[in-house]
């Protein structure tokens, strides 16, 4: 099944622009509003999703031919830029049809007469379409790093490198990635719309990353003491805290938001207050700016 990733302005509902704005969409939605307002406006059973490419859409990457006009059985991926920055996934087309030129919408519905709405580059049947709610919209995509999207709104993701988040993508499409964060207060609100924060709570939760600092630390230690303030759960707690902490990571996602490996330096043992309230700043505090408060209180 090949996969095409295209980038878009951001909206809401993707229905019009009508109580909805487009934000970020690159340097054409300046000029003008761009076609992809309507990018989930159903008409008669399908989608006309739009995006601005370089040049056309090489559908042989996608596996057509070069006298191909277009290829189906695509399954694209739209993505987009949201407030607090990054590029995360926002919905997808299964069984989409991908044009290599900008075609033109035959019969348009009002919705999109009423935007200006012409022409589109990609359709599919709209039951075959999801797009995601605001607060779901938290899977990042890289950009600018190997492996990740480049500068052009449209991504063939064919490298071998870029497989590690094509595989995501495809678990998140099958009903995957979620409930991810099963120990996070849901009701938090820093975490709606915030898809760095969410991107880095999940990377401070992967399994095996956590497994090698707490080895590392107690060969080195024989404890899992906090780093910033000495809370030994086992201490405390006795046989039940045994081999119990939290792992923080150091380093904020940068403006990639790359898929960075992830050093045993980067990471620090911390208690789960102390986690906490590392998060509650944004930017995060640094262990040894928690340290000073934590001293301040003390003295
Ligand atoms: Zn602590
Ligand atoms: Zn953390």
Redesign the pocket.
Known sequence: MAILFCNIGWMKHYNGIDGDSIERGGEYNQHSTGHEVCNFSDNAGIFYGYVQPTGQIKIERLGASKKDESVSDITVVWTAGPEGGGTVVIGWYKHATVFREAQEIVKPSVIQKNNGVNTFRIKAPSNKAVLLPVEQRELMIPRGVKGGIGQSNVWYADKEESQEIVERVISLINGGISSVLPDVDQTCSILEGNPRLVAHLRRERNPAVVKTKKEAALRATGKLC?E????DFKEVYGEIGDGFCEVHHLQPLSEADGVVKTELRDLAI??S??HRIIHRTNPMLSISSLVKHLQCKCA
Do not use: D, I, S
Not at 228 to 231: D, H, I
């Open positions: 906090c910033a303030c000495g809370f911390v208690c207050n102390c």
